[in-house]
C-alpha cells in the first residue's frame, strides 16, 4: 500500500478556521501526508499522489465555496473533477456536505451555492463506485 494523502480544501482565514484545522491535523495523527489546496484539487490529486495511495479529499464543500469566491466556472471545475477522478487508479475518499435537506436559504447566494453543492454531489456521485451519506455517525450506502 502507498502512502496516505489528506487533500485538505479549507483556508485558515480567520483565527476560529485556524483552531479547525488544528484539530484535524491533532486527529489524524502521524502517517498522513497533507496537501493543502483550497482550489486546485484536480491539481494536487494529478500531482499529489502516486500509484496505490489511499487519498482523503475533505472537503468539496469548502472546494465549492472557493471556487464561488473566487469566481471560477463551477461546471467546468466539476467536469475537470470527474474525468481526474475516472482516470485515476486510486482508493480515493471525497468528504461532502449535503446542504439540501434543510430549509430555503434566504439569500440568492445561498440559494446557488445549495443548488451548486447539489449538482457538485450528483455529478461526483455519478463517477463513484461507492457512494455513502452519513447521518448521525450511521453511514447509509446509496450506491455500490
Known amino acids: 500500500m502507498g502512502a496516505r494523502v489528506y487533500i485538505a480544501t479549507a483556508q485558515a482565514l480567520d483565527d476560529e478556521m485556524s483552531d479547525r484545522i488544528a484539530r484535524h491535523q491533532a486527529d489524524r495523527g502521524d502517517g498522513w501526508r497533507t496537501v493543502e489546496?483550497?482550489?486546485d484539487l484536480v491539481g494536487a490529486l494529478e500531482r499529489q499522489t502516486a500509484e496505490?495511495?489511499?487519498v482523503l479529499v475533505d472537503c468539496l464543500t469548502l472546494w465549492l465555496s472557493n471556487l464561488m469566491h473566487e469566481g471560477r466556472s463551477i461546471d467546468a471545475e466539476t467536469d475537470r473533477l470527474c474525468a481526474c477522478l475516472l482516470s485515476l487508479e486510486n482508493n480515493i475518499v471525497l468528504v461532502s456536505n449535503e446542504v439540501g435537506l434543510g430549509l430555503v436559504p434566504e439569500t440568492p447566494l445561498g440559494r446557488q451555492f445549495r443548488d451548486a453543492q447539489g449538482r457538485l454531489n450528483q455529478r461526483v456521485a455519478?463517477?463513484?463506485?461507492i457512494v455513502e451519506f452519513v447521518a448521525a455517525g450511521l453511514p447509509l450506502r446509496?450506491?455500490?
Not at 126 to 129: L, R, S, T
Open 37 to 39: 489546496t483550497p482550489l
Open 52 to 54: 496505490g495511495d489511499v
Open 142 to 144: 446509496l450506491k455500490g
Open 126 to 129: 455519478a463517477v463513484c463506485d
